[in-house]
């Protein structure tokens, strides 16, 4: 019971980042955007994840791509684990477990077109405050191009 109370409570206290994630995943439909989600607990990512579904975004094919802490190219990652033929957005978890965390950035930047040519659709960033960080130091022309929500 007690933490049905707390997940209702941290649901009430975030329904205004949650109405701004979804305002920008709908207007970004059918286009290519960057969204960066800036969440920095697991459990929060969670429950918002559950409120998307809810409110009917789960319908929308919105495909989720965790990365592996490995991981070295992003690009070549959604490329590879991408299961939904023209997903109506993408949500890429990890980024705050992988090993090489500056270099990964650094490579966005640098094929940050190839996203734009191959994705017609809202690519949403889930992000601690560490690695939004590194994303506007290592990565701005990338990041130039986002929307940020907390």
Do not use: H
Not at 11 to 27: G, M, P, V
Not at 67 to 83: A, F, G, R
Request: aromatic fraction near 10%; charged fraction near 20%; glycine fraction near 4%.
């Amino acid at each position: 019971m007690l933490k049905r109370q707390q997940a209702e409570n941290i649901i009430a206290a975030n329904q205004q980042s949650l109405r701004s994630l979804e305002r920008a995943i709908t207007f970004s439909k059918n286009q290519f955007s960057v969204i960066l989600l800036c969440c920095n607990y697991e459990f929060l990512r969670d429950i918002i994840q559950q409120q998307l579904a809810i409110n009917g975004w789960g319908n929308e094919r919105i495909q989720s791509i965790t990365l592996d802490k490995k991981t070295t190219s992003l690009y070549t990652t959604i490329q590879s684990q991408l299961t939904i033929d023209q997903p109506a957005g993408l949500m890429i978890m990890g980024f705050e477990s992988i090993y090489e965390i500056d270099d990964l950035l650094r490579s966005i930047n640098q094929v940050r077109d190839e996203f734009r040519k191959r994705y017609q659709t809202p690519i949403i960033f889930w992000v601690n405050d560490q690695v939004l960080q590194k994303i506007m130091r290592l990565a701005p022309d990338f990041a130039s191009w986002g929307s940020y929500t907390n």
